[in-house]
């Protein structure tokens, strides 16, 4: 079993869509909870980033965390074309949290 | 906000040829950086943790006498894949966070390396 779990997609949205994007983790201890938006050939950028239980809203996007069930998921408001992109879901793990295992991504296709 | 800069971008050489890659934190102190491998259509995987004054940790199944990592300074980590063959192209990312916090790493741009 991978230790992060995400569906590979594609996930298909039209634009204007709320697009939902899922993580499952299998490590109970983790505390610190990562979403990275990833451009084909680009390297990863910080979306959000959720430690506690519970809903986090950042302009378009909200992190929901369920740590009892072990999952995590992303929602994209008002999905846009610029939206297309591999969303990697990440946990932190070592002494500081920042040692990162990704999960193999979800690739999201927004359709003007 | 933290800006994490890696440098070459591109690298194309010939089989049996180092390869050196620089990964600088440029605004603020990094004592642990991370360099991350990924291949076509796949995710990021670890290949190791730098440590700042300390050897590196590397995951398992990373040669640790393959790819070289030096942390000299706490703005600096630079990754050597000695003697790369075709087998090593990928795409190879580091990533920063500052010294004593537990905030988000940032990555830098990746070097895209395409051994001939």
């Known amino acids: 079993q991978k230790e992060v779990e995400q569906n590979s997609g594609p996930l298909s949205v039209p634009e204007g869509a709320i697009a939902s994007l899922n993580c499952t983790y299998s490590d109970r201890g983790s505390q610190s909870f990562f979403w990275y938006r990833q451009y084909s050939g680009k390297s990863p950028e910080l979306i959000m980033f959720?430690?506690?239980?519970g809903d986090k809203e950042d302009g378009r996007f909200t992190a929901q965390l369920n740590k009892a069930s072990q999952y995590v998921s992303l929602l994209i408001r008002d999905s846009q074309p610029s939206d297309s992109a591999t969303y990697l879901c990440a946990l932190g793990s070592g002494a500081a949290g920042n040692k990162l295992t990704f999960g193999g991504g979800t690739r999201v296709l927004v359709k003007p | 906000g933290a800006v994490v800069s890696q440098h070459p971008s591109w690298v194309i050489c010939k089989s049996g040829t180092s390869v050196k890659i620089e990964c600088r934190s440029l605004?603020?102190?990094?004592?642990?950086m991370f360099w991350y491998r990924q291949f076509p259509k796949q995710s990021l995987m670890l290949m190791a943790t730098?440590?700042?004054?300390?050897?590196?940790?590397?995951e398992q199944g990373v040669e640790k006498d393959k790819f070289l990592i030096n942390h000299a300074s706490l703005t600096l980590s630079t990754l050597t894949v000695t003697s790369a063959h075709p087998e090593d192209s990928s795409f190879y990312i580091c990533s920063a966070s500052r010294a004593n916090s537990n905030q988000p790493q940032h990555f830098g741009d990746g070097t895209r390396l395409s051994i001939l």
């Open positions: 605004d603020f102190q990094a004592t642990t």
């Open positions: 730098s440590n700042e004054g300390s050897k590196a940790t590397y």
């Open positions: 959720i430690y506690s239980n």
